[in-house]
Each structure stands twice: as C-alpha cells, then as structure tokens.
C-alpha cells in the first residue's frame, strides 16, 4: 500500500459491503485485511485490480468483470456451451449477461440440479479440480430399499473398475414403494461416480440432481433458471478460491 491507490473505505463501498462510514469503523476495529495483513489507517489505499481484500475472514469481490452465476440444469441438457452434436446446451442460460460464461465442471445430461457459470478461470479450477476436494452433495433416487448396511459400505468404500471410492457422507432420506432416496456427499471429479456407485451396491440410480457444490446450495431455484450470486454467496466462494489457490494441483484425471 502507498500514497496512491483508492482510499480502503471508498473499495470496501465501492464493493457493497457497507456505507463509507461503516466501512471506516470496520476498518478501525481491525475487521478488514489487506493480503492478509490487517488494516487499521482510514487512510490506506490500496490498488482494487491486485490487492486482496477480506472483512472478517471472508473475501470481497474488487474485480466488477467477474461474473458468477448458478444454474438450475434441467435434465437432458449436456454441460456444454457448444455441443458439437446439436444437443440441447448451456448456451440459453446464459443470454441474459455480456460476459462469456463458462460452466465450472460437468452434470451430466441425465442428471439434474446446481452448475456454477463463471469467467473466472482461477476460481473455476478451484472449484473443479479434484485435488482441492471441493465437496459437492447429491440427492439420488434409486432402486430398492437401501439398508443401513449399503450406507455404511458407500462410506467404507466400493471398488469400481478406476479404483475404489468412499464418500465422504452418506444418509438415507426415505425408502417407500420400492425405491429410496439417498444423500451422498463426494468431493470426487470422476465422471457418474454417484450412478457407479449406486449401482456396484446394487441400488441403480432412477433421478439424480446435485443440491449443493461447496458453499453453494441450490435452495429454491427453479428448474431451468439461473441467477447472479449473492455477495455473500460471491464471499463465500472467493474465500474459497483464495485458501486453497496454493494448494498444488495433482494430474488432471
């Protein structure tokens, strides 16, 4: 930080975290850091394009060009902006903003449920890269009656052909008519590990739909609609992105 730059309390304004005048008193009582250093001066600058600023441990978005939206993807749509095949795409979803989205991982086709689209390539590779364990949260409906037996082998682990899998969390939500409905909790990437899954316990998947990715929750969204993050939702996700950003990635898989 130097004479130049904008003033701290104009950028935390600025960013809509709260009026000048909080934005000062938050400063004043150590609330707000700098590139990890807290920042007590009211008159600190800082340069918004490469300072990183967080209040109270969680980040703040400076970059207004990034984008962050989250889609309800209905089934049979694939996770793609351009489906070589003439599918239905991403590409309706995203008409209504300038930026060119991209969409942060997969769901499959068949599967239903929350995708985050965003320009931010240094948070999307965060968010899917399976080296920094991003926890995603699925709700399966599946075949036959699943025993409390078959949640604790999805938590111990089942061997499929590219290598065992546990998940991180397992529960069963309900079981009626022949069929159950089951919560699983994977930070894994591997493609249709939730149906491979299911299917080595012998319960194959009838509807899937992802409910959560991260710190992200899909709660009310219809299907078939997208939105703009919250700034809290944004806080959340940047704060993410900034913590594990170091962390060295494994091979892509």
Do not use: C
């Amino acid at each position: 930080m130097s004479d130049e730059g904008v003033r701290l309390q104009k950028v935390l304004a600025n960013a809509g975290v709260a009026s000048r005048r909080v934005s000062e008193q938050m400063i004043v009582e150590g609330r707000v850091r700098v590139n990890g250093t807290v920042v007590t001066e009211l008159g600190s600058r800082i340069d918004p394009e490469t300072d990183l600023v967080d209040v109270d441990g969680v980040a703040v978005q400076l970059d207004a060009s990034k984008r962050y939206v989250i889609l309800n993807k209905p089934t049979g749509v694939v996770s793609s902006m351009n489906d070589d095949r003439g599918r239905p795409d991403l590409r309706r979803f995203t008409k209504n903003w300038p930026e060119r989205l991209y969409n942060v991982g997969r769901l499959d086709a068949d599967t239903s449920g929350l995708l985050v689209l965003t320009n931010d390539g240094d948070l999307a590779h965060v968010l899917a890269h399976p080296s920094f364990g991003v926890t995603k949260v699925y709700i399966a409906k599946v075949d036959g009656q699943v025993l409390p037996q078959t949640i604790q082998r999805l938590l111990k682990g089942v061997e499929l052909e590219d290598g065992q899998i546990a998940a991180d969390k397992a529960r069963l939500l309900d079981s009626s008519r022949g069929e159950s409905l089951v919560e699983l909790t994977l930070h894994s990437g591997r493609n249709r590990i939730v149906r491979r899954m299911m299917a080595e316990v012998g319960h194959p998947v009838v509807e899937l739909v992802r409910r959560q990715f991260g710190p992200l929750h899909l709660g009310t969204l219809p299907v078939g609609k997208a939105r703009e993050l919250t700034t809290v939702e944004r806080g959340a996700l940047l704060t993410l992105s900034r913590r594990d950003g170091d962390t060295p990635a494994a091979p892509a898989e």
